[in-house]
């Protein structure tokens, strides 16, 4: 099985132990391996996988490919470099780190979206004498200046921090799982840095 690093080369580094030089020869770490843009855009390359709950890139590589060891290649074709903040969190792990980071404001508001999903945190605005919408009212310190032509807005929903938080964690499910005999040519290709 190939790991990640199995196709490393090995360079000579002098290190000072004990005020003696020794040469060690250690990975080139400068070294590393992607794959070419046209992989990603190549749909026949690939299928779309939704993570399930709990699932780790070392289980996804073992159910797609064999082994575990494999994790690598799933990371590394999704450009998920980070396995702690790039794939999502288990339920547990998510409910953990909501109340880590909200305490008992898990359920306040978190900002309001308008109706094409847009983030606004202004619950009001101004309509000029077509019915226009002004830009909102402000004077030059930030405070909104309070009209009587002022409208409460209605396009908006109210997103909580465990919804925005709970979006965020589900955006990480869905990945990309390379087609079998594209996984066998990668792991070929490795060896002279085709990829």
């Not at 990640?4 to 590393?32: A, C, H």
Request: glycine residues 4%; negative net charge.
């Amino acid at each position: 099985m190939a790991g990640y690093f199995s196709s490393f080369t090995k360079i000579p580094y002098v290190f000072n132990v004990k005020g003696v030089d020794t040469t060690f020869n250690i990975l080139d770490i400068s070294k590393n391996d992607r794959f070419r843009k046209d992989f990603f855009e190549n749909v026949s390359l690939y299928d779309w996988y939704d993570i399930l709950d709990g699932q780790t890139p070392e289980l996804i590589a073992d159910m797609f490919y064999g082994s575990p060891d494999y994790h690598w290649i799933v990371m590394l074709f999704n450009q998920k470099l980070d396995n702690q903040n790039d794939f999502p969190l288990s339920s547990v792990q998510f409910e953990q780190h909501i109340t880590n980071i909200y305490g008992s404001t898990i359920h306040n508001l978190h900002h309001y979206e308008d109706i094409n999903g847009i983030q606004t945190d202004i619950e009001v605005f101004v309509r000029d004498s077509n019915g226009h919408i002004l830009q909102y009212p402000f004077d030059q310190h930030g405070n909104t200046i309070w009209l009587p032509q002022m409208t409460m807005r209605t396009d908006l929903s109210a997103v909580s921090n465990y919804e925005y938080e709970h979006r965020k964690n589900e955006a990480k499910r869905r990945i990309k799982i390379l087609h079998a005999d594209v996984f066998s040519l990668v792991i070929k290709s490795l060896t002279n840095g085709t990829i």
